[in-house]
């Protein structure tokens, strides 16, 4: 059984995937020393652990189970949205809209 959505479990696990996206960056500051990437691959991890809160809530998950599911997404978002671009792609250009069945 989910539980209700408020703010601050919100909130709570963006920040727990934020902490995941930054050790993440902290680890990778040799390959990219920009401040804007850095940036935006933190707000990505927020972003995918918002995501990840609101699956696992929908499917009754265990509060601290989403919580730890929260924070792997966040160090593992540019990866996984990196892998999830390129299947996309691949799948948009290997199909032929041209032809109509």
């Known amino acids: 059984m ?44 927020a972003f995918l652990g918002v995501l990840a809160y609101l699956i696992c809530n929908s499917i009754g998950m265990d509060g601290s189970m989403t919580a730890a599911i929260a924070g792997i997404f966040g160090y593992g978002s540019y990866p996984m949205l990196d892998a999830l671009e390129k299947r996309v792609r691949h799948a948009v250009k290997n199909k032929d809209i041209s032809k109509k069945k």
């Open 2 to 45: 989910h539980q209700p959505i408020d703010l601050f479990t919100i909130i709570l696990h963006a920040c727990l995937a934020l902490m995941g996206a930054l050790v993440r960056e902290i680890r990778d500051w040799e390959k990219d020393r920009s401040i804007p990437g850095f940036i935006g691959g933190a707000l990505c991890g």
